[in-house]
């Protein structure tokens, strides 16, 4: 059976993220031919359009590590009401030099979770804007706009029996989606 490879991208570097938490969890629920990996972003410069022809080692191995996967999940907090400016940062780096964007055709999802009741849906709506920008085929449906609350996650920090029944839907509509886009 084809095996799927995905890079997984979290849009924040607090060592307690609600969203690498729920990353970490929610691979648990797909497939056993999908298998997920973190991207590292944390070491990746401020993109400088300067530094196209000479990109750092570090944009380097994740372009790489992008260009081999065969779909993205990107797992987003809100910040003032649109997308960390880590995770645009790697987005950017991603694009370019111009005609050398790795991130075209890969299917993604996207998930986000905060403690505020709306969900990071703002943020998800750039992120959308900005994957449209990227060639990038991004799963509709089911949104996913996660509010952070008791029972989120269980005691071992996998998802919790209240949320499972929709997450373990939106893993299964994000599966059927990378398989039908993956290439
Ligand atoms: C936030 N937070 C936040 N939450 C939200 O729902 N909408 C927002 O616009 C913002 N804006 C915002 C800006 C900045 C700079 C910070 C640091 C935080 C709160 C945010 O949801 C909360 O800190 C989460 O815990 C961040 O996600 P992680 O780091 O837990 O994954």
Redesign the pocket.
């Known amino acids: 059976m084809r095996q799927y490879q995905i890079a997984v991208i979290?849009?924040?570097l607090?060592r307690?993220?609600?969203?690498?938490n729920l990353a970490t969890a929610i691979v648990k629920l797909a497939p056993p031919e999908f298998s997920f990996t973190q991207v590292q972003i944390s070491d990746l410069p401020p993109y400088n359009q300067d530094d196209d022809e000479n990109q750092a080692a570090s944009v380097r191995r994740m372009k790489a590590e992008i260009q081999a996967a065969d779909g993205i999940l990107i797992v987003t907090?809100?910040?003032?009401?649109?997308i960390?400016g880590i995770l645009k940062n790697v987005l950017d780096h991603g694009s370019r030099p111009y005609g050398q964007n790795v991130w075209a055709g890969k299917p993604a999802g996207i998930l986000g979770?905060?403690?505020?009741n709306?969900?990071?849906a703002?943020?998800q709506q750039h992120l959308r804007n900005i994957l449209s920008a990227l060639d990038v085929p991004t799963q509709g449906q089911p949104e996913a706009y996660i509010q952070?609350r008791e029972g989120l996650f269980d005691e071992s920090g996998d998802i919790g029996e209240a949320s499972r029944p929709f997450l373990q839907k939106w893993m299964n509509h994000y599966a059927a989606w990378v398989k039908r886009h993956a290439t």
């Open positions: 979290v849009g924040s607090r307690e993220s609600y969203n690498r907090p809100e910040y003032n009401r649109s960390p979770a905060s403690p505020g709306t969900g990071t703002m943020a952070v």
